[in-house]
């Protein structure tokens, strides 16, 4: 899980080399609503338990923002893995993300729902990261297609049985494999509404508020990158 005294060292600017700090189990939360003009006016309103953490991160309660850590950090993970292919590199950006958003948390102003602000900084940051390594290797494969094996809800494979056979359980790897491999392969536009539509669940509200783009083009995207992700894994896998 999130190590966060080591979270205060890098936020304190004091150099350290950190591993993934973060477990392989992903989360799933609820969607949410819009939030009103100010946080206070939020609280009174409508129910949000994230509200509560903010207000108090805002006034310098670093340790409110490990309760928003804890919260989101297995979907912020699961997103940034699905979205790169890769765990280590996922971990970072994770990191990165809420390095960000501690930093940017006073600026805060409840314009939309917390997660949904929190969601938007990591695949921004993922987004940023994946351009960074294109450059650094434009004509070498890049690391991002191999995939590792995680635990979790992922609709687009059976979850593993306690009676799955060793065979089973390697044909299964074999497909999750071939499954992220053809996920790699969108271009970023379609791969992010895929994995926040398909494998987060995420409503088609919440994917335009996260990547603010209008509701038109999060269907018109989604229905291209199914249409893609289907020939690729018909070409790798067989008929589906």
Same mark, same amino acid.
């Given at each position: 899980m999130f190590r966060f005294s080591l979270f205060r060292e890098i936020f304190l600017d004091k150099m350290s080399i950190i591993g993934c700090p973060y477990g392989?189990?992903?989360?799933?939360? !609820?969607?949410?609503?819009?939030?009103?003009?100010? &946080?206070?006016?939020?609280?009174?309103?409508?129910? #949000?338990?994230?509200? *509560?953490f903010v207000l108090s991160c805002q006034k310098g309660n670093i340790d409110a923002f490990a309760v928003l850590v804890?919260?989101?950090? !297995?979907?912020?993970?699961?997103?940034?893995?699905? &979205?790169?292919?890769?765990?280590?590199?996922?971990? #970072?950006?994770?990191? *990165?993300?809420?390095?960000s958003a501690y930093r940017s948390i006073r600026k805060f102003r409840g314009e939309s729902r917390f997660a949904t602000w929190i969601y938007r900084i990591v695949v921004n940051h993922t987004k940023n990261r994946l351009h960074q390594m294109r450059a650094r290797s434009r004509h070498e494969e890049s690391s991002i297609d191999d995939p590792v094996a995680m635990e979790g809800g992922n609709p687009l494979r059976p979850a593993a049985t306690p009676e799955s056979s060793p065979v089973e359980l390697l044909e299964q790897k074999e497909r999750e494999a071939k499954v992220q491999k053809c996920i790699n392969s969108l271009a970023d536009e379609y791969r992010e509404v895929l994995v926040l539509r398909d494998i987060q669940e995420f409503s088609y509200d919440e994917i335009r508020d996260i990547?603010?783009?209008?509701?038109?083009?999060?269907?018109s995207r989604l229905f291209r990158a199914r249409t893609a992700l289907k020939e690729c894994l018909t070409k790798v896998i067989g008929d589906l």
């Amino acid at each position: 899980m999130f190590r966060f005294s080591l979270f205060r060292e890098i936020f304190l600017d004091k150099m350290s080399i950190i591993g993934c700090p973060y477990g392989r189990e992903i989360g799933e939360k !609820k969607p949410w609503e819009y939030m009103p003009d100010t &946080l206070d006016e939020r609280k009174r309103t409508l129910k #949000d338990d994230d509200v *509560e953490f903010v207000l108090s991160c805002q006034k310098g309660n670093i340790d409110a923002f490990a309760v928003l850590v804890e919260r989101h950090q !297995k979907k912020m993970l699961n997103i940034a893995y699905r &979205l790169m292919g890769n765990y280590e590199d996922a971990c #970072d950006v994770v990191q *990165e993300a809420f390095l960000s958003a501690y930093r940017s948390i006073r600026k805060f102003r409840g314009e939309s729902r917390f997660a949904t602000w929190i969601y938007r900084i990591v695949v921004n940051h993922t987004k940023n990261r994946l351009h960074q390594m294109r450059a650094r290797s434009r004509h070498e494969e890049s690391s991002i297609d191999d995939p590792v094996a995680m635990e979790g809800g992922n609709p687009l494979r059976p979850a593993a049985t306690p009676e799955s056979s060793p065979v089973e359980l390697l044909e299964q790897k074999e497909r999750e494999a071939k499954v992220q491999k053809c996920i790699n392969s969108l271009a970023d536009e379609y791969r992010e509404v895929l994995v926040l539509r398909d494998i987060q669940e995420f409503s088609y509200d919440e994917i335009r508020d996260i990547l603010n783009i209008p509701d038109g083009t999060v269907k018109s995207r989604l229905f291209r990158a199914r249409t893609a992700l289907k020939e690729c894994l018909t070409k790798v896998i067989g008929d589906l």
